[in-house]
């Protein structure tokens, strides 16, 4: 009797692993199924209005480090 209780422990343990691995390569095949979603492009008023305001921005900060006399 001793002898079958071992045996059928060892086996279930198997069993584990098994489902272990199986479970690992199930979450690893669905993660590297997603394809990333593309990036939104924007607008050209967008990115005219961006440029716009990084001209002004530059040129306020030009106007905040040049002496008073020049």
Not at 2 to 26: E, I, P
Not at 29 to 52: F, H, I, T, Y
Not at 58 to 70: D, I, N, W
Request: net charge positive; aromatic share 4%.
């Amino acid at each position: 009797m001793g002898k079958g209780s071992s045996r059928t422990g060892a086996g279930m343990c198997v069993v584990g692993v098994f489902g272990a691995l199986v479970a690992a390569a199930v979450f690893v095949a669905g993660c590297a199924s997603e394809k990333p979603k593309p990036m939104a492009q924007p607008s050209l008023e967008q990115v005219k209005g961006n440029a716009d305001r990084g001209f002004d921005k530059l040129k306020e900060e030009e106007r905040e480090q040049k002496p008073a006399g020049m």
